[in-house]
């Protein structure tokens, strides 16, 4: 579940054709927000499966499991993608975002 969310995160960051450093710090610290234990040692390995899918924001979503706080996720997203300047193209995929989870969580 911890591992889907960072990616979506990070599928949002990346429409600009870069993760920052600042991204990747801001969703670091955050994650704990969903689980205080998660190990955060192999955060790297996790930003670099994600380059190595060649998934899209939508499919990411679909990985998201119902019932989980989709506010909290897409605030988590958005928290992320914006730590350096919302780009435009970030901001089109995190709506797309939560227009998909919105209608699956009913």
Known sequence: MIIDIIKLAACICSK??????????CMKKEIASFDRNFN???F????EEFFSENK????????IQIGNDINKILEFCHKSASVDGLDP???YAYLK????LDKRQG
């Open 16 to 25: 600009d054709g870069i993760i920052s450093g600042e991204e990747i710090a």
């Open 40 to 42: 955060t040692e192999n």
């Open 44 to 47: 790297e390995d996790i930003i």
């Open 56 to 63: 899209g924001v939508i499919e990411y979503c679909e990985n």
């Open 89 to 91: 193209r970030e901001n």
């Open 97 to 100: 975002a939560k227009e998909f």
